[in-house]
């Protein structure tokens, strides 16, 4: 069985660039979730859907983020414009309800 | 808030010692209690859990005890391997809506 999918794993962009990221989850986990992972941090909630609906986006930073899941599967998540600290690793989870959680390998974001 | 706190590392050990990373948490109600691996170029993956008191989670010869009188979750490993060589982070669920607070993670470098 596949795991947790994410694209691209590296991305270097200049500040002030948009830029986006996109999960796949495991087949048939209705739950997904975006983290940030700062250097030397734990991953860190930034928002989670059930199906298509964002059910907690509270530590999303919605001035320059954005996600969506259209129709309940894949994610794809979203900086404009992008700016130095946003420097990071996300990572993209997935679960079945409230299970244990899977993590993607993650996209790792250099803004210069 | 809710929070984990991890033994700071890097911690490096010889092939066959003993391995005790430490993890105490800070929380309202009972959480339940992780400790995910994180390898190199891949996802975090759940080692153990616990999801009550002197619960004791085991997994791969790891193991870690939920201690609520001292509010911690020490992971312990009687004799690691050079293949454990990678990034712990210790974590707690918070309520029931799967939402997670990771430490800030503890690299273990093995050496033959």
């Known amino acids: 069985e596949a795991g947790v999918v994410q694209s691209p794993r590296y991305k270097i962009i200049e500040k002030k660039q948009p830029v986006a990221f996109w999960c796949n989850p495991i087949?048939?986990?209705?739950?997904l979730y975006w983290y940030r992972q700062n250097l030397g941090q734990g991953p860190e909630l930034l928002i989670r859907?059930?199906?298509?609906?964002?059910?907690?986006d509270s530590q999303l930073p919605k001035d320059r983020f954005s996600a969506e899941r259209l129709k309940g599967v894949d994610s794809t998540l979203k900086i404009q414009p992008a700016e130095l600290g946003d420097s990071a690793v996300y990572l993209c989870?997935?679960?079945?309800?409230?299970?244990?959680?899977?993590f993607g390998p993650g996209t790792r974001l250099t803004v210069t | 808030g809710d929070s984990v706190t991890q033994m700071e590392g890097p911690v490096t050990l010889s092939e066959e010692a003993f391995l005790t990373i430490n993890c105490t948490y800070t929380a309202t109600g009972y959480p339940s209690l992780f400790w995910y691996v994180q390898y190199p170029g891949e996802g975090l993956q759940l080692l153990l859990k616990?999801?009550?008191?002197?619960d004791k989670g085991s997994n791969k010869g790891f193991e870690a005890t939920y201690r609520k009188e001292t509010t911690s979750f020490h992971l312990e490993k009687g004799s690691v391997q050079v293949s454990d060589s990678a990034v712990y982070f210790c974590a707690l669920r918070r309520g029931n809506n799967n939402d997670m607070r990771f430490g800030a993670g503890t690299r273990l470098t093995v050496k033959p």
């Open positions: 087949s048939g986990h209705n739950t």
């Open positions: 859907y059930e199906n298509e609906e964002a059910v907690d």
């Open positions: 989870a997935s679960s079945l309800s409230l299970a244990e959680q899977y």
């Open positions: 616990a999801t009550k008191a002197d």
